[in-house]
């Protein structure tokens, strides 16, 4: 069974939000060339994903995998928190 998973995407991604019971939303940047002058340029994707433990909070930095569809927008489960948030962000949790 683990052989299987093995092959599914991971991603390390920094939380941005707990977005209810369970549900977190990760931001994952990266860098991809210009299309007409090869400069690098930041991109960013937000992706929602499930934390079974609630362990997650706003400003850690997780590891997530590709999972099925779990609700309309949830399709990435939180495999562990890399790294605690440094700060603790106010009005938030």
Known sequence: M???R???KTLTALVVSRTGDKSIKVNFQYTVPHPVYGKEVKRRTVLH???EK???KTGDRV???ETRPLSKLKRWR???VVEAAKIAVPGID
């Open 49 to 51: 994903a499930h934390d």
């Open 2 to 4: 683990s052989e299987s």
């Open 6 to 8: 093995s092959n599914r």
């Open 63 to 65: 590891e997530i995998m």
């Open 78 to 80: 939180v495999i562990r």
């Open 54 to 56: 609630n362990e997650c």
